[in-house]
């Protein structure tokens, strides 16, 4: 039997207001684990919650030996491959069969579903809300604090670190470096905001490398709860082993379904934005809810830097 708890030193904080991407990231988690369980011969039953006592238990799993001939789960191989890849750009086209393949691992968790925006107005709409949610990212004080907080810039442009986000990961072209390390000051970034900077940002980080992407995709839940994001979370991980299998860079924007969930307490100013980018999002794909775009595409070469991982051994406890 195997408990999964939120770490509470990791999560709560201003995006995270209900837990929403430790959620996803809970729903990954699960996910990760059913794979390599099944292809080892296990089979997981869970049980996820949020315990009604405790927010942070967030789902206990029961193991079964199976049968003696363990059913091939293909997606196992992807879990240590998978990674955010932020170059651009990317090749294309994007075929039906792949396109079916992620919606097949979507679908294969009850109401999840893989939106397609294919007409020129479905996908400048989904642009236009990644963008201006990306915008918001750089013009909240609290946003930017949080968001240049998981920078770990002590690591240099060269090298990865086990926790956080290394500088080398983010696709900064080199002479700009200098000046993004900068922004991570709130008043450097106030100051340039006054010049339009945050939606400078927005359009470096979302508008551009979508327009020159061939693939874009939003993973649809059922409804805003707790336990959909959770399933939000297991479909979004096998659509990305499954995009990982078949050769796919992916990049996934969250912001747009998190922002747009209503929960973040940023500043009374930018409440009005907020609330418009939750109803942009509530209209993309009613009756769901869509909570993470993934960016797809062929990258011409494999990256260089990738996250690392922490160690096993930092995870957990034996009872
Ligand atoms: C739910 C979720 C949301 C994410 N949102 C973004 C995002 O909005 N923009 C981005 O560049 N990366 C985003 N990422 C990528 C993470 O920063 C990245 O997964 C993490 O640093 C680990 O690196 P890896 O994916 O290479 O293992 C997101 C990842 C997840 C799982």
């Given amino acids: 039997m195997l408990d999964l708890r939120i770490d509470a030193d990791r999560s709560g904080r201003v ?14 988690c699960l996910e990760n684990m059913r794979i390599q369980g099944q292809s080892l011969g296990y089979t997981a039953h869970m049980e996820t919650f949020p315990h009604p006592q405790d927010p942070l238990w967030a ?101 990865v670190c086990e926790e956080g986000l290394a500088p080398a990961t983010l696709a900064v072209e080199p002479p700009m470096r200098p000046l993004f390390q900068s922004l991570r000051h709130a008043r450097a970034m106030q100051m340039l905001n006054l010049f339009g900077a945050a939606s400078m940002l927005g359009w470096r980080s979302a508008g551009l490398p979508l327009k020159l992407s061939p693939g874009l995709c939003l993973l649809v839940t059922a409804g805003k709860e707790r336990a959909d994001v959770v399933a939000g979370g297991r479909a979004l991980q096998r659509v990305w082993l499954e995009a990982t299998l078949a050769g796919l860079s992916v990049q996934p924007y969250a912001a747009a379904g998190v922002l747009g969930l209503g929960f973040i307490p940023i500043e009374s100013r930018y409440q009005d934005a ?35 991982r922490r160690a096993l051994s930092s995870f957990g406890t034996k009872e």
């Fill in 274 to 308: 907020l609330s418009q980018l939750g109803d942009a999002m509530d209209a993309l794909c009613a009756p769901g809810y869509g909570l993470v775009f993934l960016r797809l595409g062929y990258a011409r070469s494999a990256v260089a830097f990738r996250n690392g």
């Fill in 59 to 159: 789902a206990r799993i029961h193991w079964h030996r199976d049968t003696p001939h363990p059913t091939p789960e293909p997606l196992a191989a992807a879990i240590t491959q998978r990674h955010t890849d932020r170059r651009f750009p990317w090749r294309g086209p994007i075929g039906a069969d792949i396109q079916q393949r992620l919606t097949a691992q979507a679908e294969s968790i009850a109401g999840q579903k893989l939106y397609w925006p294919t007409l020129p107005r479905e996908r400048n709409a989904a642009l236009r809300v990644i963008r201006q949610a990306e915008t918001l990212r750089f013009k909240s004080p609290m946003l930017h604090e949080e968001l240049f907080s998981t920078v770990r810039f002590s690591a240099g442009w060269r090298k």
């Fill in 15 to 28: 995006s995270d207001t209900r837990y929403v991407l430790s959620d996803l990231a809970v729903g990954a």
